[in-house]
């Protein structure tokens, strides 16, 4: 059997699916193929039910940190509160019936198979050929990477999926890996009561991160009974009395009722058959240009680009694909002002190069950090404000290269940082703006000294922060690179 449309889209999670629907509403004739469910990993199994995770988890450690401002609050966290709600409301149980209708709706046809392209603009799925007119948007995603681990393979260990559709809670927990998904559910699962240990291999947890953020990460995990085992690495996994034994490379063993595998994601872009398209493959992801183009009718977003392989990625290059595809003139990607979020407690975000990138780089490097709490809104927060905020800077250029904020709030004051560096904004701007007092976002103005030296001080410096105090604003002067 043999089909024809205007376009192919192989992939429906977040960003295919996203693109179909733009494609369709734009008179397209399209084909989406998706094996599992329309959607993907955002809103089944990582952003959006994480996210909720979060959401409860915070309330718990809010309210134990009552006491002292409010007083004593008690709380009794119920995990089967978390679990009825992913499913009722955020999930749907897993449910993609919403999405089929939604693209049917503007004209869609969807296939529910595995899709392989046979030659340029062919598609094969359930033992029918599909040719595309205009043009085969690959956007088939990502899996999770599962290291080669002796013994890995003979027990029963969870990814992000298990771990979100768990309904009752284990008493202990081992997390191979300290990124950003190890952490989250790492800190999640502690504060409802699970014994939970991570187990990186590098020096730090949030490794891609700054120091500083790795740092204050790794206090908030502690100080909810996190145990972290950094620098040490899996050297073999078995069974041990009806517990998962992970033997470490310094000879020690951490024992858990449940073992989760965090250590990142792949792309198996070779089995999808781009190569007979035209398409370049490298590690399993496919390559592409500043368009999304992988070959003469070829376009690819999302993780299988291996660009990033985050939501806000995929979006942004489905935008690009689709108006490249419809015959716009559309800018070509550009990541250097890519915002990155964790949420854990205390938030991390950044966005840029970090400081050590940023000398490699050979950039005229100057650095500010400011301690979150010698801010006015951290001082005033009081309880839960651990934090910094780190602006890395081009001094011969007076433009952000890259900024971390970690604390309260932490990924929505990422926001104009973001936009600063994505229209370069000059920092004497930065400097000069007003900010809304007081604010964690008003803590940038005050790292970058926005407010006057003659401003009187009405507060103690003793114990509290002050507008423009040079000891915590300035440059740390040993690690100017010039100037």
């Known amino acids: 059997m043999s089909e024809t449309c205007d376009v192919i889209v192989l992939g429906m999670g977040t960003c295919g699916e996203d693109a179909a629907l733009r494609l369709s509403a734009a008179g397209l004739e399209v084909v989406g193929i998706e094996a599992q469910l329309i959607g993907g990993e955002c809103p089944f199994w990582a952003c959006l039910p994480t996210k909720s995770m979060v959401r409860s988890a915070n309330l718990v450690k809010e309210a134990r940190r009552a006491d002292g401002l409010v007083g004593k609050v008690t709380v009794e966290p119920e995990w089967s509160i978390i679990a009825s709600r992913i499913r009722a409301e955020v999930t749907g149980g897993w449910d993609d019936a919403a999405g089929v209708a939604r693209f049917e709706a503007k004209g869609g046809r969807f296939v529910r198979g595995w899709g392989k392209i046979t030659r340029p603009r062919e598609v094969q799925v359930n033992g029918t050929t599909v040719t595309a007119r205009r043009a085969v948007l690959v956007a088939t995603g990502s899996q999770p990477l599962i290291p080669p681990v002796p013994g890995l393979s003979e027990v029963e260990y969870w990814t992000n999926h298990e771990a979100v559709e768990v309904e009752k809670l284990p008493a202990s927990l081992a997390i191979l890996g300290g990124g950003a998904v190890g952490c989250e559910l790492g800190q999640i699962f502690a504060r409802f009561g ?4 991570i ?3 590098r020096d730090r947890v949030l490794a891609m991160e700054e120091p500083e953020a790795s740092e204050l990460a790794a206090d908030g995990l502690r100080e909810d009974g996190v145990s972290i085992r950094n620098g040490v690495r899996a050297e073999s996994v078995s069974r041990d009395d009806g517990a998962i034994a992970v033997h470490l490379s ?5 024992t858990a009722e449940r073992l989760l595998v965090a250590t990142g994601r792949r792309a198996d872009a070779d089995s999808l058959g781009v ?3 035209g398409a370049t493959t490298n590690r399993g992801f496919i390559e ?3 368009l999304m183009r992988a070959a003469d009718g070829l376009w690819a977003i999302g993780d299988v680009t291996g660009k990033g392989l985050l939501t806000q990625v995929a979006g942004y290059q489905g935008m690009i694909a689709v108006e490249d595809i419809l015959g716009g003139e559309p800018r070509p990607a550009d990541y250097s002002a890519l915002p990155r979020v964790t949420f854990t407690d205390p938030e991390v975000g950044g966005v840029g190069l970090t400081e050590s990138q940023a000398r490699d780089a ?3 490097v100057t650095v500010t950090v400011k301690d ?4 006015f809104r951290g001082w005033l927060h009081a309880t839960g404000n651990a934090g910094v905020i780190k602006l890395v800077a081009d001094a011969s250029r007076d433009r952000l290269l890259g900024a971390t904020v970690v604390g309260p709030r932490a990924t929505e004051v990422l926001s104009f940082l973001t936009l600063a560096m994505h229209e370069q904004t000059p920092l004497a701007n930065l400097v000069n703006m007003i900010y809304g007092f007081p604010t964690f976002h008003g803590g940038v103005g005050e790292a970058l000294g926005a407010y006057g030296r003659g401003i009187v001080r009405v507060l103690d410096p003793a114990t509290a922060p002050m507008f423009d105090d040079p000891s915590d604003r300035l440059p740390r002067q040993d690690e100017v690179a010039s100037g």
């Open 250 to 254: 310094d000879g020690s063993t951490e």
């Open 194 to 197: 699970a014994d939970v240990t």
């Open 362 to 364: 050979g950039h005229d």
């Open 372 to 375: 979150l709490r010698s801010t």
């Open 199 to 201: 187990i990186e291999g």
């Open 288 to 290: 592409v240009d500043g």
């Open 275 to 277: 190569s007979a398209a």
